[in-house]
């Protein structure tokens, strides 16, 4: 008799989110653990977004801020960059220059430099503000209005300002992140807040929050793992919406990212250590649930993509 491999079966499902106007983007949509395509149906590759911001990346480490030397200095010329020579999928724009400690650019100024980008890329945006709680609730209402019938991604929605970001999201028809702070409970507790107020369950991103490979990567694991076997096990709604791992901004700010070879020759070469954290965060990071990624280097990227390709 031939051994027939036992298989598991769910009674739930990650809802299918698609994002962009012009050119679209499809994330989830299984019933499966991450990749167990031998137990049931995973429709869609995860999608990597490449991080952008709207004022030059002075706090970038020298090995991923020399990548995108003579583009960064403006958001538009770097958008297209990402698109045009290096095949973005998405393009997520972080509005640093917003946040009270930085520039503190108006919500006006946020708002034309969306649409700036807007016009010159026709993949799909994910607009991110400064996560200053207060500054994001001005901010994020005006780039919302500015990117109206675009289906972009609108984010973070926290506990502090979920409700105005939420109702400029709803108004506009944009997809929305909910970010909580590595608890389960409390991102079903965000979840099921922002429904409430009429958003509709299938149009949101969980972000349970990420942290790089040495830093408490194995707790961000568990949390995004539990979240999506609550999803599938438990068919729970408020647990079902695809999840994201900012993962470029948590991988290039820690030591080992930033450590120079002199200093530490025993690590080796700096830019491969660089590369190799980004690309092994974001690979832990799909394993666990996570459908959408926002990653920095594109040597990263193209590894983690590869990792995809052969997972599916």
């Not at 289906?151 to 999201?169: S, V």
């Not at 409430?196 to 793992?225: H, N, W």
Request: a negative charge; aromatic letters at 8%.
């Amino acid at each position: 008799m031939a051994f027939v491999a036992p298989k598991e079966t769910y009674s739930g499902k990650v809802f299918e989110v698609t994002i962009g106007a012009d050119k679209t983007a499809v994330f989830g949509g299984e019933n499966v653990l991450p990749f167990y395509s031998f137990e049931g149906n995973v429709p869609h590759k995860p999608v990597i977004a490449y991080e952008i911001q709207d004022v030059p990346p002075e706090d970038w480490p020298e090995t991923v801020k020399n990548v995108y030397e003579g583009v960064s200095g403006d958001p538009v010329t770097w958008a297209k960059y990402c698109q045009d020579k290096l095949n973005a999928q998405a393009i997520a724009l972080r509005l640093v220059g917003t946040h009270p400690d930085r520039e503190n650019r108006s919500s006006e100024d946020a708002a034309k430099t969306v649409k700036d980008v807007l016009s010159a890329i026709n993949v799909p945006l994910i607009i991110l503000g400064s996560n200053h709680i207060e500054k994001d609730s001005s901010v994020l209402v005006a780039v919302s209005e500015a990117a109206k019938g675009k289906n972009c991604i609108i984010g973070k929605a926290q506990e502090g300002n979920y409700k105005t970001i939420a109702a400029a999201a709803m108004a506009n028809n944009h997809k929305l992140i909910a970010m909580s702070e590595l608890d389960i409970n409390l991102s079903k507790q965000l979840n099921i807040l922002i429904t409430q107020m009429g958003f509709d369950k299938e149009r949101l991103i969980t972000d349970p929050m990420c942290s790089a490979l040495g830093y408490g990567l194995e707790y961000t694991y568990s949390v995004m793992e539990r979240i999506r076997l609550a999803a599938l096990a438990q068919n729970d709604a408020t647990m079902q919406p695809p999840m994201l791992a900012d993962v470029g901004m948590y991988v290039w700010k820690i030591k080992e990212t930033q450590a120079s070879e002199a200093d530490l020759p025993m690590w080796g070469s700096l830019k491969e250590r660089g590369i190799a954290w980004e690309t092994v965060t974001a690979g832990s990071l799909l394993i666990s649930g996570a459908e959408f990624l926002i990653m920095r280097h594109p040597e990263a990227i193209a590894a983690v993509e590869k990792f995809i390709e052969e997972l599916m």
